[in-house]
């Protein structure tokens, strides 16, 4: 008889949002095994539907203000506050690339905006900050959230500035004792799925910068202005954080965050399994599903199948894999060494992914259904 299951996937890039995908595996349980309790968690990574996912996954409210976009303009944005008094901020809510448009001037973004929602946040009782990195349209090295925050930086004839990219250079001298005082109770976790540091060949500039409108002399002034940033919070904050696992990430707000906010850089899988308690979820629950657009030997290193299936092995829970494809690089001795019973592709047929996209919602729930008709077969209903 079974009793009790976990749908816990990430998101199928391209066709299915992790909500989406949580959905309809938890209808597929709802209909086979109507007598058992169904946990849904979707997976956050960071980037844009986090705060909507974590919302989902805990409850709590939609909290909703106007801050500084990423050009200094007005804009509506946002941020979860969960039951617990955690706040979930997406930088993509306040500094995401799809707020720029065509306009792609990332030496003149900046994450302003990000540090308004944090500071709402706190002043609104918050002790705890979930910050998701990703898809952001700046590269000023968390210098503007800094700035919203507190933090005062000069330039060489001691007038404070709010920098920006292509401002970084001009930095002098920064005093971040307010924001150390306004943040000394308020705990800082930021997701974070890069390794990459602040500067250089694997920098921020140079990885992220093109993405975002950076030419190769633009990249070269950001990377520079990111390599002077450290320099003088080093010097200034006592920190060096362009080393970092991490720094790099959305135009160095991982290091910035970790010099001016004190933030601690994690896999965006380990906080979202923290912050739904997991592990005791995993409590005499009988099968996880967990799932992705592409299983392949990638997907036993660091990502959200390997962090699920990791956690549920620990506590003997078998876990399913249903994915938009399934590599054969995936082997049965490595999926058993990581926690894995079995893997499925929801793709019934081998066509290409432009006509198996449209089709991803009816084959995840087809392949569902036919999963779970031969669990109750097994006997293990």
């Keep these: 008889m079974m009793k009790k299951i976990i749908v816990i996937p990430d998101s199928f890039k391209g066709t299915l949002s992790s909500i989406q995908t949580a959905d309809i595996m938890t209808a597929a349980v709802c209909e086979e095994i109507p007598e058992a309790q169904v946990v849904s968690v979707p997976v956050a990574d960071g980037g844009e539907g986090t705060v909507d996912a974590f919302l989902y996954a805990l409850g709590g409210e939609r909290v909703e203000i106007m801050v500084k976009g990423p050009f200094f303009?007005?804009?509506?944005?946002?941020y979860g506050l969960l039951p617990s008094g955690t706040a979930v901020v997406e930088m993509a809510a306040a500094a995401g690339l799809?707020?720029?448009?065509?306009?792609?001037?990332?030496?003149?973004?900046t994450t302003y905006g990000v540090g308004e929602l944090m500071r709402h946040a706190v002043e609104n009782g918050a002790k705890h900050i979930i910050l998701g990195l990703g898809g952001s349209s700046t590269n000023d090295g968390a210098c503007g959230a800094a700035a919203a925050m507190g933090v005062k930086f000069f330039n060489d004839k001691d007038e404070e500035f709010i920098p920006v990219g292509s401002t970084l250079k001009d930095i002098c001298r920064i005093d971040s004792?307010?924001?150390?005082?306004?943040?000394?109770?308020?705990?800082?976790?930021?997701?974070?799925?890069?390794?990459?540091?602040?500067?250089?060949?694997?920098?921020?500039?140079?990885?992220?910068g093109p993405q975002k409108g950076a030419d190769a002399a633009m990249v070269r002034l950001l990377d520079d202005g990111l390599s002077h940033l450290a320099a003088v919070v080093k010097r200034d904050l006592g920190m060096d954080a362009a080393d970092i696992p991490g720094a790099g990430a959305a135009g160095g707000m991982g290091a910035g965050a970790a010099a001016f906010f004190g933030g601690k850089l994690i896999r965006g899988i380990d906080v979202v399994l923290e912050a739904v308690h997991f592990t005791e979820k995993l409590h005499d629950t009988d099968v996880?599903?967990?799932?992705?657009?592409?299983?392949?030997?990638?997907?036993?290193?660091?990502?959200?199948?390997?962090?699920?299936?990791?956690?549920?092995?620990q506590m003997n829970v078998p876990v399913i894999v249903v994915a938009g494809a399934v590599k054969a690089d995936t082997d049965r001795k490595k999926m058993e060494e990581a926690g894995i019973s079995a893997a499925f592709s929801i793709n019934r047929q081998a066509v290409p992914f432009s006509e198996a996209a449209p089709?991803?919602?009816?084959?995840?729930?087809?392949?569902?259904?036919n999963i779970l008709k031969v669990l109750k077969l097994q006997g293990m209903h």
Excluded: H, W, Y
């Design 359 to 369: 089709k991803s919602a009816d084959n995840l729930r087809a392949v569902m259904g």
């Design 73 to 78: 303009d007005k804009i509506p944005s946002f």
């Design 288 to 313: 996880v599903f967990t799932g992705e657009g592409c299983f392949d030997s990638q997907s036993f290193m660091g990502k959200v199948v390997s962090g699920v299936a990791g956690r549920a092995k």
């Design 177 to 208: 004792s307010e924001c150390a005082e306004f943040l000394k109770d308020v705990r800082v976790t930021v997701m974070c799925d890069i390794e990459n540091p602040l500067c250089g060949p694997n920098g921020a500039a140079a990885v992220f």
């Design 98 to 109: 799809p707020l720029v448009g065509k306009r792609r001037e990332v030496g003149k973004t």
